[in-house]
């Protein structure tokens, strides 16, 4: 009669969907007292059989018939009650974070019979799960289990499934022989006596999917939590929990918890060095806790010089690992880059592009590489040396070559959907397995911007391995994402870097290439002491090999160094002599000197020419690249401007606008915002014309382009004076002095003093 009302009241106890603590908490009645009820070890007072009903939204008289048999039945036999076990480990000492992982699990064992925590080694899985399983012990009076089953285990070998089972049923309290010798008929006994009990297991360190799938429940209401370095993904119906390394603020709270207090010192630095990974963080703190003297700049030294031993963690991981997965694995340890996507990976590895995919998925289920976004791998701190220690002995250079190759072949694909018209003869030694859809102008800035800070890391490391020619390629090639983003200062100092590889290849049309982009650079850097001498060089060199092309951009740059100058009429001398070395044929070019020397007829006032001179060429400009044809909106604007005619003006630099978002160039928006502005303030619309200029230096502050930043304040300070706001006028002269003057701009400081004289 019992056990009728003990499963009546375990289905009012699931359909509140409350926990045993939070319901003992409701109905004012202990927890160990609910679960003798719910046991039928005991028969509750009807005021709590009530309060049970109530708690669940039922009507309680159906009940009291039930209630009445089993008060006046006979008393269950001692003998009748089974063992009850409790061999969890004691609890984590300063368990600290992971909130919503530890609630995750505590509502699974509401709604699952299984759940699997994943991650790599040292990250907490059995922390948690034991942690977990305390706070869960009043919930499932029938036993909490635990068992160890070594899949990890430095110097131990793994528990197998039989002698897994043989254990957790002695736990039960069968006796020895009443347990049958094989694996299938132990399963089917522990499923058995699982169902009849409401139980918690732990499974710790399990080595793989295999190695539990005997020891799962079936029915009942059993729970039991899996800790693996391995995601189960090969189980049906088993929850995962999957576990990163903590964030900088538990981080920091479990180390000060696990020392004993905090100590002077950066905690950061600490951190950094454990890669907020528990384990290593909890081995440097037991190292402070005991060693009173010291400080966390002592301790931080110590790490430094690599004390922090937690590499037997990982090694039990490696040994899992087949030959194509190790060796993928110290291949990763390479990549000096913050992660790597799976074409990246196949040219590293030299392999083809499925064999690299599957292989990092294997490494990504043991948890020795994370996925953080879909597609992009990266590697724990901690697992990279372990990684490095793996290629130790091995030559890095070709595998950085080969990565190399991957990206310089990117940016090659990237090319022919941006007008570079400098020929930059660039070879790839070693083309790369594959390449991402790099078919339009959308996918290649996607991922220009995926992966440049990979770029730049792998050619860094080509120039300090001297591997020469890719090296000499990204740098060239750079060119494209530093023009659109900003970071011409990264790019003058990777040209720079990389010249003395440039020469060490002997090819000369390579080297005056090269020079033309480092004159080019440091012009737009602001430095034409050093610029104009560089191009002049390259100058002589085009021409020598016959080089029309590459002779009339270098006259185009040696132009804009006198249009910074002042020196208006010198540029349309030059820009005549590159007209001059061109036939039709070579259009682009054409147009792009043809919109130099409308900007220099602008600073001449000599506007109506400056419009004539580029409305010749734009048609074809429409069939060119969009930023060939916003250089010529440019110059009709400030044509316009120049003819009295702002409302044209404001027009021309509003298209410039939309074509630069359009292209994804802020960089070059930013230069059209201040047109806008320039035309706005002509207008009398004053607000809109600060509000536009704000969000150009805005733009290029974050983009890091001091030199461009006073290239828009000083016109939109002239705007300002010509309107009759000498205050504002001031105002962006002295920002424009501050800047100039900090950066080295020897001649826009000039330009800004005298505007400054003006104004007074």
């Keep these: 009669m019992r056990e009728e009302l003990a499963v009546r009241l375990r289905q ?35 005021p709590t059989v009530v309060a049970l009903c109530r708690a669940a939204g039922r009507d309680p008289r159906p009940l009291r018939e039930v209630w009445e048999r089993a008060k006046d039945g006979p ?64 919930d499932f009076p029938g036993g909490q289990l635990y068992l160890d089953l070594h899949g990890f285990t430095p110097g131990r070998e793994r528990v197998e499934p039989a002698e897994a089972l043989r254990v ?35 499974l ?15 029915a009942g209401q059993s729970f039991v939590v899996v800790t693996s370095r391995r995601r189960m993904v090969e189980l049906d119906g088993v929850q995962p929990i999957s576990l990163d390394v903590l964030p900088t603020r538990e981080a920091a709270e479990l180390f000060v918890e696990s020392a004993g207090g905090a100590r002077p010192g950066d905690v950061g630095e600490v951190l950094r060095r454990c890669g907020n990974l528990p384990l290593a963080i909890r081995v440097a703190a037991a190292r402070l806790r005991h060693r009173p003297a010291w400080t966390l700049d002592t301790l931080v030294e110590r790490l430094r010089e690599g004390e922090l031993t937690v590499s037997d963690v990982f090694e039990m991981s490696l040994r899992q690992l087949d030959p194509a997965q190790r060796r ?124 440049w800070a990979n770029v730049t890391a792998t050619f860094s490391l080509a120039v300090e391995l001297r591997i020469d020619a890719p090296a000499v390629g990204l740098a060239q090639l750079a060119t494209i994402s530093e023009a659109r983003r900003g970071g011409t200062g990264q790019l003058w100092r990777g040209l720079e870097a990389s010249m003395p590889a440039a020469e060490r290849l ?33 100058r002589v060199l085009m021409a020598a090999e016959g080089d029309v092309v590459s002779e009339a951009l270098t006259l185009l740059q040696l132009a804009d160094i006198r249009l910074y100058t002042g020196d208006a009429e010198g540029a349309v001398e030059l820009l005549r002599e590159a007209t001059a070395l061109l036939s039709p044929r070579e259009a682009a070019v054409l147009v792009r000197v043809r919109t130099g020397l409308g900007h220099a007829l602008v600073q001449l006032g000599r506007y109506a020419e400056a419009r ?25 604007g400030r044509a316009a401007l120049g003819l009295g005619d702002a409302p044209t003006a404001l027009d021309f630099a509003e298209q ?15 230069a059209s915002l201040t047109d806008t502005a320039v035309a706005l303030r002509h207008l009398g619309r004053t607000e809109e014309a600060e509000a536009r200029h704000a969000e150009a230096m805005r733009i290029l502050e974050r983009a890091g382009e001091p030199h461009r930043m006073v290239r828009g304040l000083l016109p939109y300070a002239e705007a300002c004076l010509a309107t009759g706001d000498p205050d504002a006028a001031a105002g962006h002269f002295r920002t424009a002095l501050e800047i100039g003057t900090g950066h080295g701009l020897d001649y826009v400081v000039a330009a800004a003093r005298t505007g400054l004289a003006r104004v007074s």
């Design 12 to 46: 009012l106890r699931d359909l509140t969907g409350r926990s045993l603590r939070e319901l003992a908490r409701d109905i004012h009645v202990s927890s160990s007292s609910l679960s003798r009820y719910f046991s039928g070890q005991a028969v509750p007072p009807w």
């Design 75 to 138: 008393q269950p036999s001692p003998v009748a009650t089974p063992t009850v076990r409790n061999d969890l480990p004691h609890d984590v000492t300063a368990f600290t974070g992971r909130r919503a992982e530890l609630d995750a699990l505590l509502g699974a064992a509401r709604s699952a019979s299984v759940v699997a925590i994943d991650g790599m080694g040292g990250v907490g899985k059995s922390a948690l799960a034991v942690h977990a399983a305390h706070l869960l012990t009043a």
């Design 168 to 202: 957790l049923l002695a736990a039960l309290g069968l006796p020895p022989g009443g347990i049958p010798d094989g694996v299938a008929e132990r399963a089917a006994l522990w499923r058995s006596e699982l169902s009849t009990r409401r139980a918690i297991v732990l």
């Design 204 to 218: 710790d360190n399990a080595a793989d999917a295999d190695h539990v799938r005997d020891l799962l429940p079936g």
């Design 328 to 451: 993928m694995f110290g291949l990763l340890g390479l990549v000096p880059g913050e992660d790597v996507d799976a074409f990246g990976a196949a040219a590293l590895a030299g392999i083809p592009l499925a064999n690299a995919r599957s292989l990092l998925e294997d490494l990504v289920d043991v948890h020795l590489l994370q996925e953080p976004a879909a597609g992009r791998y990266r590697m724990h701190d901690l697992l990279r040396q372990a990684a490095r220690a793996e290629e130790a002995a091995a030559d890095p250079v070709p595998p950085i070559a080969r990565l190399a190759d991957y990206y310089l072949s990117g940016m090659l694909a990237v090319k022919k959907l941006v007008e570079i018209l400098i020929p930059l003869p660039i070879t790839v030694s070693q083309p790369p397995p594959a390449l991402p859809d790099l078919s339009d102008y959308d996918r290649v800035v996607d991922w220009m911007n995926a992966e």
């Design 506 to 538: 002997g090819d000369r049309r390579l080297l005056a290439s090269h020079r033309y982009l480092l004159g080019a650079v440091l012009l737009r850097v602001g430095r034409l002491a050093e610029a104009a001498p560089e191009l002049a060089a390259v």
């Design 612 to 636: 004539q001179v580029v409305s010749e060429v734009i048609e074809t400009a429409h069939g060119l690249d969009r930023q060939t044809e916003r250089m010529c909106l440019d110059v009709l």
């Design 656 to 670: 410039a606008v939309a074509l630069n978002r359009a292209t994804r160039h802020p960089v070059l928006e930013a």
